[in-house]
């Protein structure tokens, strides 16, 4: 079964700092852009980074620039996503996918409906 596999999420204080695992089954992450969504309640899922296969072009959303860092191990078939200086607004379930249609990053963000293999999502909550 392809799929992808989050974890690493949890509830942490503003300020704090998590880093999300997406563990890949079923299939090589390479040749493949990855990218991280999330999706807060009754709001629509985000695009918040994306990382490219070989030459590690990366994107990242107004939101998370300067804050969270992605990266990828593909001998491991794993993404991570570092994040930072959290904040209450980044609370959310956040989702990894990879992109059917292309290997690299677009620079004007990430368009979801090109993503597949989506996971069942890792909650994080910031909050005192």
């Known amino acids: 079964q392809v799929q992808f596999e989050e974890s690493g999420g949890g509830l942490v204080q503003p300020g704090g700092s998590l880093r999300l695992s997406c563990a890949a089954s079923?299939?090589?992450?390479?040749?493949?852009?990855i990218a991280w969504f999330r999706q807060a309640p009754g709001k629509e899922r985000e695009g918040v980074s994306c990382i490219s296969s070989g030459v590690r072009d990366t994107y990242y959303s107004g939101s998370a620039k300067g804050r969270f860092t992605i990266s990828r191990d593909n001998a491991k078939s794993t993404v991570y996503l570092q994040m930072n200086m959290l904040k209450p607004e980044d609370t959310a379930v956040y989702f990894c996918?990879?992109?059917?249609?292309?290997?690299?990053?677009?620079?004007?963000?990430?368009?979801?409906?090109?993503?597949?293999?989506w996971g069942q999502g890792s909650q994080v909550t910031v909050s005192s």
């Open positions: 996918a990879a992109n059917l249609m292309r290997s690299r990053c677009l620079p004007a963000g990430i368009t979801s409906h090109e993503y597949g293999y």
């Open positions: 079923g299939f090589s992450l390479e040749g493949y852009a």
